[in-house]
């Protein structure tokens, strides 16, 4: 199992916003509580389930053991 970020980087309230998504939702959900987010700021009814981080906390959770994805890997991460 993998835990993936993307480099998007969507402006958004003055930051710039990314992606974290996972093989399973349990893995993405406990590496998400790893980083300190709330499980209120999870996107399920997206178009793939996932969570908004900023690009401080992506790099946080590259230093914790995450990969970038593109974006076919992101998305294929709602199937």
């Known amino acids: 199992m993998a835990i993936y970020v993307d480099d998007e980087q969507i402006p958004w309230r003055g930051k710039l916003w990314c992606h974290l998504v996972a093989d399973s939702l349990t893995e993405l959900h406990e590496f998400a509580g790893d980083l300190g987010l709330k499980r209120a700021w999870f996107q ?7 969570y ?3 690009v401080s906390v992506r790099d946080k959770a590259i230093a914790l053991g995450a990969v970038m994805g593109d974006r076919k890997t992101i998305i294929g991460c709602a199937k």
């Open 52 to 54: 908004d981080v900023t």
């Open 44 to 50: 399920e009814k997206s178009v793939y389930p996932h």
